[in-house]
T-cell receptor, first 112, second 114 residues
Framework: SQQGEEDPQALSIQEGENATMNCSYK?????LQWYRQNSGRGLVHLIL?????REKHSGRLRVTLDTSKKSSSLLITASRAADTASYFC????????????FGSGTQLTVLP | GAVVSQHPSRVICKSGTSVKIECRSL??????MFWYRQFPKQSLMLMAT?????????EQGVEKDKFLINHASLTLSTLTVTSAHPEDSSFYIC??????????FGSGTRLTVV
């Protein structure tokens, strides 16, 4: 499965600032999901946006999707030190039998 | 929510030995399970898709004889790394699709081959 690209690869910000991560993918999708992974741990699902949606909110998270550009962004507002983790986008491509293709990930560090 | 229990969380084995990793779906039936591999500071790469009662589907470049997958019941899928070598050291994660759009992930297994 081909990976999507995420940028930046690493992001370091101060607590209270906003963090924006971008994801690009290659194929037509059913939906795009964002996951969080703490070092050496499993993945935690954050938010899912369907291909016919353009924006979605969940708490401090805001996700956008532009299917014409095959890109998505994840915005974390008012970041906290506990938000420090790796963030991955993943696409559920059409015709993929539910296989997820993950982006390359962004390592977010929130400094207290 | 649905839970996938993955064991062991961490294993160290000697070169040449085999290691079995189990993923159990605790409160849902998993007809399909996905197995991923993750190298340090990298993303998850799909290795194979296991299907209950039938042969697994392997991604290109993944040796089926080395990474044996068994999905004999609706609640258990196993990945066995046979004749392990140091280059097999990695983080292995299973995932079960749930509902129309969701997925639930195991907590991962850190394999170190010495």
């Amino acid at each position: 499965s081909q990976q999507g690209e995420e940028d930046p690869q690493a992001l370091s910000i101060q607590e209270g600032e906003n963090a924006t991560m971008n994801c690009s993918y290659k194929t037509s999708i059913n939906n795009l999901q964002w996951y969080r992974q703490n070092s050496g741990r499993g993945l935690v699902h954050l938010i899912l946006i369907r291909s016919n949606e353009r924006e979605k909110h969940s708490g401090r998270l805001r996700v956008t999707l532009d299917t014409s550009k095959k890109s998505s962004s994840l915005l974390i507002t008012a970041s906290r030190a506990a938000d420090t983790a790796s963030y991955f986008c993943a696409t559920d491509a059409r015709g993929s039998a539910r296989q997820l293709t993950f982006g390359s990930g962004t390592q977010l560090t929130v400094l207290p | 929510g649905a839970v996938v229990s993955q064991h062991p969380s961490r294993v160290i084995c000697k070169s040449g030995t085999s290691v079995k990793i189990e993923c159990r779906s605790l409160d849902f039936q998993a007809t399909t399970m996905f197995w991923y591999r993750q190298f340090p500071k990298q993303s998850l790469m799909l290795m194979a898709t296991s299907n209950e009662g039938s042969k697994a589907t392997y991604e290109q470049g993944v040796e089926k004889d080395k990474f044996l997958i068994n999905h004999a019941s609706l609640t258990l899928s196993t990945l066995t790394v046979t004749s392990a070598h140091p280059e097999d050291s990695s983080f292995y994660i299973c995932s079960g699709p749930q509902g129309a759009y969701g997925y639930t992930f195991g907590s991962g297994t850190r394999l170190t081959v010495v």
